[in-house]
């Protein structure tokens, strides 16, 4: 089964660009995962799917949010930081029969 | 607009039990499996059960297994989670989910003496 691992904490100014990663485990790496954003006190919401070399993002979800990978490695980054970009943000990914999800990333907003 | 509604959480004593409702509207609910994840107070997501469309396939996470039951009812777009003998550390927020891309808002499950 894989292990998503993911930095317990981020921060950046407003305005600025950040980068989350979320690292698959070896053997995994071509596995496609999903980001969730989940702003304090709220439900998570669906932000996109990832894989190598595509990323398709959820209705609504804003211009600013794109993504990338490298190998096992997946990345959200998060343009033009706006105050409500301060959040958990989750990766998750499916394997034969379980949702497996990395520990989240807290982002703070400067 | 794509809506799932959870209710049924609430307080209950260690070695009860609860059963969560999520109404889904705005998809086809029947081309849909579903999930339930929890959320421990301060932590992080917890994936605990998946149901497929037809109820063919049902998987649970160990943490679980034989005690809770995941359900749906697709003539009602109704999914259910049965969930027997709970303990302390099955406390916090139910979220059903469409799959993996769209959440409900939660409901609160407590189990304290």
């Known amino acids: 089964q894989p292990v998503l691992t993911q930095s317990s904490s981020a921060s950046a100014s407003l305005g600025s660009s950040v980068t989350l990663t979320c690292t698959l485990t070896?053997?995994?790496?071509?596995?496609?995962i999903a980001w969730h954003q989940q702003q304090p006190g709220k439900a998570p919401r669906y932000l996109m799917k990832?894989?190598?070399?595509?990323?398709n993002k959820g209705s609504g979800v804003p211009d600013r949010f794109s993504g990338s990978s490298s190998g096992a490695d997946r990345y959200l980054t998060i343009s033009n930081l706006q105050s409500e970009d301060e959040a958990d943000y989750y990766c998750?990914?499916?394997?034969?029969?379980?949702?497996?999800f990395g520990g989240g990333t807290k982002l703070t907003v400067l | 607009e794509v809506q799932l509604v959870e209710s049924g959480g609430g307080l209950v004593q260690p070695g009860g039990s609860l059963r969560l409702s999520c109404a889904a509207s705005?998809?086809?609910?029947?081309?849909?499996?579903m999930n339930w994840v929890r959320q421990a107070p301060g932590k992080g997501l917890e994936w605990v059960a998946f149901?497929?469309?037809?109820?063919?396939?049902?998987y649970y996470a160990d943490s679980v297994k034989g005690r809770f039951t995941i359900s749906r009812d697709n003539a009602k777009n109704s999914l259910y989670l049965q969930m027997n003998s709970l303990r302390a550390d099955d406390t916090g927020v139910y979220y059903c989910?469409?799959?993996?891309?769209?959440w409900g808002q939660g409901t609160l499950v407590t189990v304290s003496s």
């Open positions: 989910a469409r799959a993996d891309d769209f």
């Open positions: 705005g998809f086809t609910f029947t081309s849909y499996s």
């Open positions: 149901i497929t469309s037809s109820s063919n396939n049902i």
């Open positions: 070896s053997g995994h790496s071509n596995y496609i």
């Open positions: 990832q894989g190598s070399g595509f990323y």
């Open positions: 998750g990914t499916w394997d034969s029969n379980s949702w497996v």
